[in-house]
């Protein structure tokens, strides 16, 4: 694979887990560790991930920027602005403009490009919004690229993040808030639905370990399957497995009759009401 990718180089500025998970799924997945490499203030962090991947660890923020053609800012949101202040007099000067990926929550391409004091129109920028299951090779990131960047790139950006997962395109930037709100966030939805599944089993009578070995590989598989599954409704699957006058019926009933799905819509406005009050989009979550 990576054929017309290989040979790109990619630096990570921070070396957190975020930026370790996508260094991980890029190694495995046959990105060269040579052509790799990152910088973070604390050289115990980029060590690490030097001995465990064979990339290159730089001594700061700019050392190995000259022959990069990705920058990846994987930073928390609130050092975002200094990062690219720091890196802004480089791009000034570079005649071979990298791509910049930037993996913050909540922070605009408009910002970024402010920050690094470049054309919002000139400057090839993707905005991601990865999630944490990344970290075990099976996130779901949202992209988002601005004019500037080439089809080239935005192979480069696929492969990048389908290293640790599957990889969106969205066409608008304020699509990203409902991204956030999906997948972004969804992976503590499910773990709540885990952990409800796993404390039900418990009051029905399993161990707590049995109970969450059962729960946990229910929703990876359920999900596996309608993944696999894909020319089907997800309510003809779900009927498969209600045979009338069985089981699932009457747990499904209950899910049904509670509002289930009502709940998880109402969840995810929330949450991307959050997002846009974050963003200083709106006055946030109605309180209830
Ligand atoms: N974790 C998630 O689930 C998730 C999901 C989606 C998006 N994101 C985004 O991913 C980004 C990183 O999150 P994270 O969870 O990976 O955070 P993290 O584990 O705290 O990592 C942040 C990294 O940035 C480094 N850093 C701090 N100041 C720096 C500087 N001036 N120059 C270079 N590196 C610097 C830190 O190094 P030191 O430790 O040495 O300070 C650390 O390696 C955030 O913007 C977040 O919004 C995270």
Wanted: include cysteine.
């Amino acid at each position: 694979m990576m054929s017309t990718q290989q040979g790109k180089r990619i630096h990570f500025i921070g070396a957190g887990n975020m930026a370790s998970a996508m260094l991980r799924g890029l190694v495995s997945s046959g990105f060269s560790p040579a052509l790799l490499s990152c910088s973070a203030p604390a050289e115990t962090e980029t060590q690490r991930l030097v001995d465990e991947l064979g990339i290159r660890a730089a001594a700061d923020n700019l050392e190995l920027l000259t022959h990069c053609d990705a920058i990846v800012l994987g930073v928390k949101p609130q050092i975002l602005k200094a990062v690219c202040e720091e890196l802004a007099p480089f791009l000034a000067s570079t005649n071979r403009q990298p791509l910049v990926i930037s993996i913050a929550a909540g922070t605009t391409t408009q910002s970024i490009a402010e920050w690094l004091k470049q054309d919002p129109d000139l400057l090839p920028l993707v905005r991601s919004m990865p999630n944490t299951p990344a970290q075990v090779g099976m996130g779901a990131s949202g992209l988002f690229a601005t004019p500037a960047v080439k089809a080239d790139q935005k192979s480069l950006v696929q492969q990048i993040f389908e290293a640790f997962g599957i990889a969106v395109w969205v066409e608008d930037e304020s699509q990203l808030h409902a991204v956030t709100a999906l997948s972004g966030s969804g992976p503590a939805y499910v773990f709540e639905f885990i952990k409800g599944m796993a404390d039900a089993g418990v009051s029905l009578g399993l161990s707590p370990e049995v109970s969450r070995q059962l729960a946990e590989a229910t929703v990876a598989g359920a999900a596996k399957l309608c993944a696999a599954s894909s020319d089907e409704e997800i309510s003809t699957l779900q009927r498969k497995v209600m045979s009338p006058g069985g089981t699932t019926e009457q747990g499904v009933r209950v899910l049904q009759s509670e509002q289930l799905t009502a709940t998880v819509s109402r969840a995810m406005e929330a949450a991307r009401d959050q997002s846009l009050y974050l963003a200083g989009e709106g006055p946030g979550p109605a309180k209830n």
